[in-house]
């Protein structure tokens, strides 16, 4: 094997790890800016990937939509489930001013049991298979492009360009959009912020559950 077929071999194999982490890395970021740490992640992680995968198998055998739709069906669903998971984070940290630390570490021990309890007791083991259908062979015109055609636009699976889309997006939003200044100085100094009108609570509560639907996202493409 020469170099160049190694490189075209590992590069995306690389992409289609770093992504997912990258987009939960960026849910850390809303939540942490916000004034909230949350380490509960890896849990929402795993929440999202359980559910996304039993979603898309079930799709996978009993509907007739496309593999484009179910991959969007289960990565949609993912996040729907981690953000609905973060409102426990979100509630035990700010209304009810619990120690964030312990309030995420509960919430990923939970997650880890529920999936493990949920997946044996239907499925006889802790492991959600699904079709691995979702690969791109080659990117139509990109594919074709000399050196970074095969790097990056080949064998590259959908989630992974969905991924840096919203990855991409979230930067944006986080440090070029209003939205995403008033949620920083939530963060940075919430005493202002409540002075000039600014409903810190909602803030943050958005900031955590925007968190949320990330991690699940990236446990979706990371599974």
């Known amino acids: 094997m020469s170099f160049l077929d190694l490189l075209y071999y590992l590069v995306p194999l690389i992409i289609a790890s770093a992504v997912p982490l990258s987009v939960v890395a960026l849910g850390a970021l809303f939540s942490e800016r916000s004034g909230v740490v949350n380490i509960a992640l890896e849990g929402i992680m795993l929440m999202g990937a359980f559910v996304g995968a039993v979603v898309i198998r079930s799709l996978q055998a009993n509907s007739s939509l496309s593999t484009t739709s179910i991959a969007l069906l289960g990565l949609g669903v993912g996040a729907v489930v981690g953000r609905v998971f973060s409102v426990a984070h979100a509630f035990a940290s700010i209304h009810m001013k619990s120690n964030q630390i312990i309030s995420a570490t509960a919430l990923n021990?939970?997650?880890?049991?529920?999936?493990s309890f949920i997946a044996r007791t239907f499925n006889n083991t802790i492991i959600i298979?699904?079709?691995d259908v979702f690969r791109i062979s080659s990117v139509p015109i990109l594919g074709d492009i000399p050196f970074i055609g095969n790097l990056f636009f080949k064998g590259a699976y959908l989630s992974t360009y969905v991924g840096v889309i919203i990855f991409i997006i979230g930067i944006v939003v986080l440090?070029?959009?209003?939205?995403?200044?008033?949620?920083?100085?939530?963060?940075?100094?919430?005493?202002?912020?409540?002075?000039?009108g600014i409903n810190v609570y909602r803030v943050r509560y958005a900031g955590v559950l925007v968190s949320g639907a990330l991690a699940g996202l990236g446990g979706v493409i990371f599974r």
């Not at 021990?109 to 999936?115: D, K, P, Q, V």
């Not at 440090?175 to 100085?185: E, F, P, Q, V």
């Open 129 to 131: 298979s699904t079709q």
């Open 175 to 196: 440090y070029k959009t209003k939205a995403g200044l008033r949620l920083r100085s939530c963060g940075e100094n919430p005493q202002a912020a409540d002075s000039l």
């Open 109 to 115: 021990m939970f997650a880890l049991a529920f999936g």
